[in-house]
């Protein structure tokens, strides 16, 4: 009875020390963080140097930076490579596409990487090249790149950066609550004779805020949607404001209400009651 005894102990600590050992192993693992590449037309993949494939490519690697070089194949024209740095984060998948060109100019391409950030909203950056660049978020103008948001809704959205002399460029990305998406986009150099057309079809739909009468004569601006939000500025009936997004959870509208300057190029933005303002669209 007391051998029996002796190696049940032994058969229990010996399962306690391998699970904790798989713990251990787990906890100490580098974490590692996704990459997905697709390419026109494909190429061969080097990370940090080495050959690791050619495109469409996925791949799982240690968390931070890391150098990425792609070499178009199968094409008889001398098209240019791609290398950048790039941030994998743990977890989350980083996506590079790139349309190979015979130069610089003829090359686009994008990029969507994702930062933690911690807070419970979602946010997006976008940047371009060129800079200065029309971005319209699910049809709607948001100003021009570099362009910001540390509150938009976490979904889907349709990301579109239009620039004159420049192939428009658009996608699909979904944003997610407690992180930074940034989407940055390498815009296709076209023909300068076709600049007046480019800038006629730049021509798009935008939401104007107009403000109503309040029982005040003036409506709070506020820093997040919702009375507890801290008071920012005030406005007043019949101004009228870009629109930039709704709240889905408290109906509050954000607006821009002062213009960019160095180092808000998405200019001055807060929150206002729906209650006392409308949204209407208008053409540029």
Do not use: C
Request: aromatic share 8%; charged share 15%; hydrophobic share 40%.
């Amino acid at each position: 009875m007391k051998t029996v005894k002796i190696i049940l102990i032994s058969v229990v600590s010996l399962i306690i020390l391998t699970g904790t050992a798989f713990y251990l192993v787990g906890l100490l693992s580098p974490k590692q963080g996704g990459i997905r590449i697709e390419t026109t037309p494909k190429a061969t993949v080097f990370v940090n140097g080495s050959l690791v494939g050619e495109t469409p490519f996925t791949g799982m690697y240690k968390a931070g930076a890391v150098i990425l070089r792609l070499v178009p194949t199968g094409s008889s024209e001398n098209l240019v490579p791609f290398e950048t740095s790039i941030t994998l984060t743990p977890g989350i998948e980083t996506f590079v596409g790139r349309n190979f060109g015979t130069s610089e100019d003829t090359s686009s391409g994008r990029i969507i990487s994702f930062e933690k950030t911690g807070s419970q909203s979602a946010g997006l950056v976008v940047i371009s090249q060129p800079d200065n660049a029309q971005v319209l978020v699910d049809g709607v103008s948001r100003g021009f790149s570099p362009y910001s948001t540390s509150a938009i809704a976490p979904a889907m959205h349709t990301i579109a950066i239009k620039a004159p002399g420049y192939s428009d460029l658009s996608m699909t990305v979904k944003t997610l609550i407690g992180y930074r998406l940034t989407f940055y986009a390498k815009l296709e150099k076209t023909d300068s004779q076709n600049t007046d057309s480019i800038k006629e079809s730049l021509k798009t739909e935008i939401k104007i805020v107009q403000i109503l009468e309040t029982p005040t004569g003036y409506l709070r601006v506020r820093s997040k949607p919702g009375a507890g939000g801290e008071e920012i500025a005030q406005v007043k009936p019949g101004e009228t404001f870009p629109y930039l997004d709704t709240d889905a959870a408290t109906g509050w509208i954000e607006i821009q209400y002062g213009a960019p300057k160095p180092g808000l190029p998405s200019g001055i933005v807060g929150w206002i009651s729906a209650d006392y303002a409308t949204v209407s669209a208008v053409a540029r």
